[in-house]
C-alpha cells in the first residue's frame, strides 16, 4: 500500500516513463511532419480535441471510481479478517476450559498461519512458505496436499474446534459462536479470490487507451501553428496526465499483485500474529513490519 507522506517521485517516473517517451516522439514528429507537408496534414479546429479530452475525462473518472472500489473492498475483506481473527481467539480463551491451552495455542497459531498463507496465495507466492513457522509438521503436511491451502487449514481448525465440542471442552452454544466466526473466515477468503480472479474488462482498457492516443494525435495537430518549444510541452504535459491517471486505474483495480499499490497483507497479517500472540501471552512477539520506503507490503 503506498504511503502518501513519501511517495516516491523515481516511482512515478518508473511506471510512467514509457507512455511519457511515445507522447513526446508524437509531439515532436508531428511538428516536423507538419513543418515539412503543411499542405497534407488536415485542418483541426482545437475544438475537436476538447471535446474528445472532455469525454476522456468522463471515462478516466468513472475508471478510476470503479478501481477504487475494487482496492477498497480488498481493504475492507481484510479488515474483517482482522477483526474475526482476533475474536476466535479470544473466543477460544473465554469459552474453553483451561485444561486446553496447548489445542488452543495451535488454533490461535494455525490462525497466523492461515493469514500469511492466504495473502502469498492471493500473490500467487507460494502459501506454504510463511506457514512454516507457524503450523507443526502434520499440519504443514495435509495442507500441502490440497490446491487451495489456506482452506485446508482453515478446515483444519473447523475439525479442531469441533472435536473440542465432542470432548465437552465447548458447550454447543459456543461452539455455534466459533462456528459463525470460522464461517465468517471463509466468507472474508472467498470474497478476496473473488475480486483476484475477477478480471477487469480488458476490451475498456483497450478502447480506451485507444481513445487517449488518438486525442494525442488531434491534439499535437490543432497544434500546429505553435512553435515547438510551446507545441510540444503543452501536448506532452496534457495527454501525459490522461496517460497517468490511466495508468493509476490500472495499478489500483487489481490490489493482490504483489506491487506497492497492493492491500498491505503483510503488514496486516503482522499485527494479526502480535495480537494473538500477546492474547495468547506468547514470551516470543515480532514487531510490527517496518514500511518499504514509500510504501507497506
Request: overall charge neutral; proline content about 4%; hydrophobic content about 45%.
Amino acid at each position: 500500500m503506498l504511503l502518501s507522506a513519501k511517495l516516491s517521485f523515481s516511482y512515478i517516473i518508473k511506471k510512467t516513463w514509457i507512455e511519457v517517451l511515445v507522447v513526446t516522439a508524437i509531439a515532436i514528429g508531428l511538428y516536423y511532419y507538419a513543418s515539412n507537408h503543411r499542405a497534407d496534414m488536415p485542418d483541426i479546429p482545437i475544438s475537436i480535441p476538447a471535446f474528445m479530452g472532455t469525454a476522456i475525462s468522463v471515462l478516466l473518472s468513472f475508471k478510476l471510481s470503479q478501481s477504487y472500489d475494487r482496492w477498497w473492498e480488498a481493504r475492507k475483506v481484510w479488515g474483517m479478517i482482522v477483526n474475526d481473527s482476533r475474536t476466535l481467539v479470544m473466543q477460544l480463551l473465554a469459552f474453553v476450559d483451561k485444561d486446553y491451552n496447548q489445542e488452543i495455542k495451535q488454533i490461535g497459531l494455525r490462525q497466523v498461519a492461515w493469514c500469511f498463507g492466504l495473502s502469498n496465495s492471493l500473490r500467487k507466492l507460494d502459501p506454504l512458505q510463511p506457514m512454516k513457522q507457524h503450523l507443526n509438521a502434520e499440519d504443514l503436511e495435509a495442507a500441502s496436499k490440497h490446491m487451495n491451502v489456506p482452506l485446508a487449514v482453515l478446515q483444519q481448525t473447523n475439525l479442531q474446534v469441533a472435536d473440542l465440542y465432542r470432548k465437552d471442552a465447548l458447550h454447543i452454544y459456543h461452539h455455534k459462536q466459533i462456528e459463525g466466526t470460522l464461517t465468517r473466515l471463509c466468507v472474508s477468503m472467498g470474497a478476496a479470490e473473488r475480486i483476484k480472479g475477477t478480471v477487469f474488462p480488458v476490451t475498456y482498457r483497450l478502447f480506451l487507451r485507444l481513445s487517449i492516443f488518438v486525442f494525442i494525435f488531434t491534439f499535437a495537430i490543432a497544434l500546429d501553428d505553435l512553435r515547438i518549444y510551446s507545441q510540444v510541452p503543452i501536448a506532452v504535459t496534457i495527454s501525459s496526465i490522461f496517460l497517468l491517471l490511466e495508468k493509476a486505474a490500472v495499478q489500483m483495480q487489481d490490489p493482490f499483485e504483489n506491487r506497492p499499490t497492493d492491500t498491505a497483507m503483510n503488514t496486516i497479517s503482522r499485527n494479526i500474529e502480535i495480537n494473538i500472540k500477546q492474547l495468547l501471552d506468547e514470551t516470543e512477539v515480532p514487531k510490527p513490519l517496518p514500511n518499504e520506503g514509500f510504501y507497506s507490503m
